[in-house]
């Protein structure tokens, strides 16, 4: 059985940095893109950022380029996404995905972990 469990959201005002994890079981995920989805209040999920298992290449969202740094471990099958310079509008669950099909017109993954919240306050 796959599972993607998220960690490491949290409270932090704006300027400020969290890390969130995304551990996977399961099954290997080689050859596959992984990627972190976020859904604010009364919004639409909406893709993130996105990394090839391999490390190479990567994608983010223009709104978090530059601020945030998605990464993977394939020893420990791990996903993680380095947030920083959080501005309130960053406040969202923000969701783990393996098997990322789409995530511009539509999105689409084959598995999805339960979300961790994440708030930026003022």
């Known amino acids: 059985q796959v599972q993607l469990v998220e960690s490491g959201g949290g409270l932090v005002r704006a300027g400020g940095s969290l890390r969130l994890s995304c551990a996977a079981s399961?099954?290997?995920?080689?050859?596959?893109?992984m990627g972190w989805f976020r859904q604010a209040p009364g919004k639409e999920r909406e893709f993130v950022a996105i990394i090839h298992w391999n490390g190479q290449p990567t994608w983010y969202t223009d709104s978090v380029r530059g601020r945030f740094t998605i990464s993977n471990d394939n020893a420990k099958n791990t996903v993680s996404l380095q947030m920083n310079s959080l501005k309130p509008e960053d406040t969202a669950i923000y969701y783990c995905a393996a098997e990322v099909k789409h995530w511009s017109t539509k999105i689409e993954a084959g598995y999805w972990g339960q979300g961790t919240q994440v708030t930026v306050s003022t």
């Open positions: 399961g099954r290997a995920f080689n050859n596959n893109l």
